[in-house]
Nanobody
Framework: QAELVESGGGLVQPGGSLRLSCAAS????????MTWYRQAPGKGRELVAT????????IYAGSVKGRFTISRDNAKNMVYLQMNSLKPEDTAVYYC??????WGQGTQVTVSS
């Protein structure tokens, strides 16, 4: 059964960094486009970044471009989100998504002083 498990969330001060990880299992990870979404309190789910199967192409939301980097390791069945220069408006639950297959349970990121 396909499963995605996120980790790496937490509380960080504005300007700080966090690295989120998503461990995949139960499916052919290398064949799937992977996306990080986020959902802030009272708001809808928002696409943050997408990485295609070989990792050669990525897409970012305008609000995170230049600050966040998505990457993947197909040998380890992992996808990552490096988040730098964090802002309070980045506070949200971050979800890993395998296209048309499975959502993770989410990990909380809180940016606050």
């Amino acid at each position: 059964q396909a499963e995605l498990v996120e980790s790496g969330g937490g509380l960080v001060q504005p300007g700080g960094s966090l690295r989120l990880s998503c461990a995949a299992s139960g499916f052919t990870f290398s064949a799937y486009t992977m996306t990080w979404y986020r959902q802030a309190p009272g708001k809808g789910r928002e696409l943050v970044a997408t990485i295609f199967t070989t990792g050669g192409r990525t897409i970012y939301a305008g609000s995170v471009k230049g600050r966040f980097t998505i990457s993947r390791d197909n040998a380890k069945n992992m996808v990552y989100l490096q988040m730098n220069s964090l802002k309070p408006e980045d506070t949200a639950v971050y979800y890993c998504y395998a296209y048309n297959l499975r959502w993770g349970q989410g990990t909380q990121v809180t940016v606050s002083s």
